[in-house]
């Protein structure tokens, strides 16, 4: 690249045809320069939707994973409570029934 660029300076001192063959050679790598940047730019682009996509989908996996989470959680207390009031009503029933025959 260097070579190239000194003999672009150096342009006065060549004929016109070795001026047109330097000048093309200057504009292929510059075009090449070109394609290589924007395979550079498509890459990062798709390598970041990519990392947002996972982000995402790990993101909605955790918020349903802790939905369900939550709701056996509330359907445990639920059944706990309702085991906690059946033995309370048992218990008050057998006193009731044990004060009665001894009343009676």
């Known amino acids: 690249m260097a070579a190239l660029l000194a003999n672009l300076c150096n342009l ?25 940047v924007v395979i550079v730019v498509e890459e990062v682009i ?16 955790v918020v349903v994973v802790v939905e369900v989470v939550v709701f056996v959680a509330e359907v445990v207390v639920v059944v706990i409570v309702i085991i906690i009031i059946v033995v309370v009503v ?12 001894v009343v009676v």
């Open 12 to 36: 006065r001192n060549h004929s016109n045809k070795d001026k047109k063959r330097w000048k093309a050679n200057f504009l292929n790598i510059l075009f090449y320069l070109y394609n290589v």
């Open 46 to 61: 798709v390598v970041v939707v990519v990392v947002v996509v996972v982000v995402v989908v790990v993101v909605v996996v």
């Open 90 to 101: 048992e218990v008050v029933v057998k006193v009731v029934v044990i004060v009665v025959v």
